[in-house]
């Protein structure tokens, strides 16, 4: 029966495996919670640290629209129609995630990211915890771009509160230029 046991305990350890595989990251931004919030809940401060253009409506079922390419076609231009899930002011915000648009498999599915704000000193901590992951192929190549991609997405955080909002002019005109060129390869 201990045996039994046993690998029955095994077995279910072993199938939470996807269930439990998340990317946690976390920072200390030098501003007060209340900007740090708006920051994330505003299409001004997306706008401000993490991306050109956004939509956002900060309340349960609400638009979160992150636009990495706002000249690309709709449903490719980054994190397009994910929704909000959660909001508690000025403490959590979570949301709906896809994969970028060159994973178009994964991208096809929804993850879940949850934001947490608490004071620290005199700035914020920032918790960010990505799940919902499945296994294997475009998974886990999504897995490993937003392992990367969410530390630089808090370092610009990070770096809007000590330098200023972040200037996307000279981004904006090599996206447009990609653009361009993408389109007129699509239609040779």
């Known amino acids: 029966m201990k045996t039994l046991l046993l690998l029955l305990g095994l077995a279910t350890s072993t199938e939470a495996g996807a269930d439990e595989r998340r990317i946690f990251k976390e920072a200390v931004v030098q501003a007060p919670v209340e900007a740090v919030w708006k920051a994330w809940t505003t299409a001004e401060g997306i706008q401000s640290f993490f991306a050109p253009e956004a939509v956002v409506d900060a309340r349960p079922d609400g638009e979160f629209s992150i636009h990495i390419n706002p000249y690309a076609p709709p449903g490719l231009k980054g994190a397009d129609d994910m929704r909000v899930m959660a909001v508690q002011e ?39 915890h990505h799940s919902g992951w499945g296994e294997g192929g475009q998974w886990d190549q999504a897995y490993d771009y937003f392992d990367k991609a ?14 200023g909002p972040r200037d ?8 447009k230029a990609y653009q361009e060129e993408e389109d007129r ?3 040779r």
């Open 185 to 187: 390869r699509k239609r």
């Open 90 to 128: 000025n403490q959590l915000l979570s949301f709906t995630w896809n994969a970028p648009p060159h994973l178009a498999e994964a991208r096809k599915q929804r993850t879940f990211v949850t934001i947490r704000l608490q004071p620290a000193g005199s700035g914020t901590l920032v918790r960010l």
């Open 150 to 163: 969410w530390a630089s997405v808090l370092e610009a955080l990070q770096k809007r509160f000590v330098e």
């Open 168 to 175: 996307w002019t000279a981004f904006r005109t090599r996206m």
